[in-house]
């Protein structure tokens, strides 16, 4: 999961973009970065760190030109190297800086085409630098001084044959504008929008429509299944359906967690669906227990609070804000590391002991992972004073890896994976655990659907399912996966103890 944003503006683009990182810090803290170009040069500024603390004011005063795209990442397993950051730039042909928010699933045939056949050479073991170099070699044969649309979406044909897996990304091209362009089942999200000045229509792109929202962008649509857009810097779009749209799959997980409540995403309000899902679960609540005992509602902030709401009103019951979070810690899912995930949870979360003395409280959580989080929740709401402590998912158990982009782990580091809700609630902790139904959350989050023509059929639900959209997702490649990630969990950990050792 990465934030990424694109504009081409008739100020000086880098304010835009510095914003828009911002509002979408949330898809990631780990690393942030900004590329514009004036036209003469391309500027790169990235690294490690929240937006704030990568780009400073003398970093901004650098990055000049109407035209950048920016990015945020969280830090997937082992993959915490500076290098690894975006944008990713080459010089040709033109100059491309690429922006991208998902996971490619044949980046090892495709590294191996890029060295031996393309002549192409990769820095980093990042697949967004491999995109970049598709992209790279299929538009340098089509390179022929000034770009033209025909010539552009004719190599990005050559793009969608070649690549595989979820992506959503925005591509410069230095003195002609930006591209964006999205996987063909449409898992990972992206969006533009228009504003209007005196001096004529400014365009941006971006993982999530608050971002628009915010800077006074108007939203016109996502960027299609297989679509790629073509915003040149004179202010004129082209738009062009590259590959075959498949089956439009977008991950169900972006509802659940990832995005922000006040964006839309494929024309479906993310807070309207975590209203649903609230009530969705209370329904389930009440079918179980009819005769409850809950005295309190209490929500794990922030992303479980709409859902909280909605389940509390729904069962009748009294909802409380008894947990405060430490708004200068971030979001633990997303930290690199079980231990650092357990520690920072007395430092990120507090509970309001006069909400939960003597009272059986039931906890919301947008979903439960690995549970190492859930467990120290419980813990602390024991230690506040409650009763009973019941735990809520909003979610569907968390059974199988992510590979498209977002750092859910294998089978055996996932709390629900073989177990029933009975061993999940000893092992947090908890006196009862409920999860959400695969089905009621499709319902939840079609009955968000800002159009009929909107609801999705089937999304991206693979980490409850084990239906994966993509071809040759087999146990053999997710084997080869959990492997690697081992591997560059250890490769990381190893040179932390090396720069440990230099510095003691």
Known sequence: MCGIVGAITHRRVNQDLFDALTIVQHRGQDAAGILTSDGRRVTLRKGNGLVRDVLQQKHMLDLKGKIGIGHVRYPTAGSDNPNESQPFYVNSPYGLGLVHNGNLINTEE??????????????????????????????????????????????????????????????????????????????????????????GDEYMVASESIALDALGFKLIADVAPGEAIFFEENGEIHRHQCIKQLEHTPCIFEYVYLARPDSVIDNISVYKARLGMGKALAAKILHQRPQHDIDVVIPVPDTSRIAALALSQSLNVHYSEGMVKNRYIGRTFIMPGQELRRNSVRLKLNAIRQEMVGKNVLLVDDSIVRGTTSREIVQMVRDAGAHKVYFASAAPKVCYPNVYGIDIPTQNELVAYGKTEEEIARLIGADWVIYQDIDALYAAINSAALSDDAKIKRFEDAVFTGNYVTENITPEYLAKWAKKRREKIKSAQASEDIQDVMQG
Do not use: C, W
């Not at 591509?171 to 990972?188: E, K, Q, S, T």
């Open 110 to 199: 495709l590294t191996a085409d890029l060295i031996k056949d393309d002549l192409r050479h990769l820095n980093t073991g990042s697949d967004s630098e491999v995109l970049l170099n598709i992209v790279a070699h299929e538009l340098a044969r089509v390179a022929q001084g000034t770009l033209k649309p025909k010539s552009l979406f004719n190599a990005m044909k050559g793009v969608y044959q070649r690549v595989q897996g979820a992506f959503a990304a925005i591509l410069l091209i230095h003195g002609h504008g930006l591209v964006a362009f999205r996987d063909p089942h449409g898992i990972r999200p992206l969006v533009y929008g228009k504003r209007v000045t005196n001096k």
